[in-house]
């Protein structure tokens, strides 16, 4: 890798902490983020419950916000802000359209995100359709998940997880470990390589998508196959939030251990609170607590993916005798780590409730916005015929293996803790 690019992800790891914590601080000092609705059931009700001028002008207040902070940050890092200007625009379309799509009482029914639909919406275009060099140059994937991430630090309390106790955080840390390592010799015997092994790995075990970027930062990896690995996490999510609930009734578990079968299983916060809705107030509880106990452990996972790979990356030559010091482990560090972790600490022990109460509407929108937004992008950035030829069925195989693992696994330990 070229020192202009190690500078370049450096930069971004600390341009995504200074903007993302832009947004929390402008929030905590008065700056009122709206949350739009979205929630409509036909088409007669989308003119008064979502083309409302009231709501319209809340869809523009958070797209100039985030639109700022977009050509901010292209600016910082040195890159085209004519692209920025032109593409973020047609980005936050496409998004919107899958935010009202998602909004569909029918829809909701399934339990489908709107990063889903942002998804879909993307691969239809750049799969159908030829995506114009303007549009493709202004998407910044990483960048939007990251600030993303930042923002989601201020949703991971540390006293919520205390309250129901120690047993979330112990799940966690089992399947984590557990299923993390089960991926990775899986996918080795596989032959992958160690690259996507690493992804995949932290994808099924921590925390879905989330995971997968943030262990692509830690590593510098390859962002063709960070988007195979997103894909797979999605492909399979929508079958396990709606299966899982009904496979839990089935096999007559109380709520308090699906819930924690549910938060330890499914990828996604969003999911897990929609399947652990599907279940009982209980399990939506438990589950809740389960997957915030695995955010937590997103940075220090990331943390020690970085160091792990600081000492077993093959060097190229040029570099080989350069040794696994502390700086080195701190270039490869993902920074913006610290910004997910201080904002976990700062709305966990400084922040008043009621500030947190007054603010947290707006950043959960504008979290999910930003969400939304990189999913549209990794859509418009990827071609299937593209992926799959790279990439085989082994990484697939892989992915299915170790999914079908943690499932299983976090069953058995949930009704070890919660039973």
Partial sequence: MSENKKNFALTEDWTVVVYGFLIIILAITGLK???????????????????????????????????????????????KVRDTILGFPVVYLLTVAALILAGNAFLKNWNLEAVIFSLTIGLLISNFFKVPDWLKNSLSTELYVKIGLVILGTSVIFGDILKAGSLGLIQALLVVVSVWYFAFWISKKLGIDRELAVMISSAVSIFGVSAAIATSGAIKGDSKKLSYVISLVLITAIPMIIFMPFLAKTLGLSETVTGAWLGGTIDTTG?????????????????????FSQNVLLGIAAFAISVYWTF???QSAEVK??????????????????????ASVLFSFFISSETIDSVKGGLKALQGLWFALAFTSIGLETRFSDLFSHQGRKPLYAFLIAQLFNIIITLIIALILFK
Avoid: C, H
């Avoid at 419950?49 to 916000?65: P, W």
């Fill in 271 to 291: 999911a897990v609170i929609a399947s652990g809705t599907m279940v009982g107030e209980e399990a939506l509880k438990i589950s809740t607590i389960v997957k």
């Fill in 312 to 314: 077993t990356k093959n």
């Fill in 321 to 342: 005798e350069a040794k696994p010091t502390l700086g080195v482990i701190w270039e490869r560090f993902p920074k913006f780590v610290i910004g997910f972790i201080a």
């Fill in 33 to 79: 983020i709206p949350s739009p609705s979205f929630g409509w059931e036909s088409a007669a009700d989308l003119p008064e419950k979502v083309l409302n001028g009231e709501n319209i002008l809340k869809i523009i207040f958070n797209f100039l916000l985030v639109y700022a902070i977009a050509i901010l940050s292209t600016a910082t890092l040195g890159k």
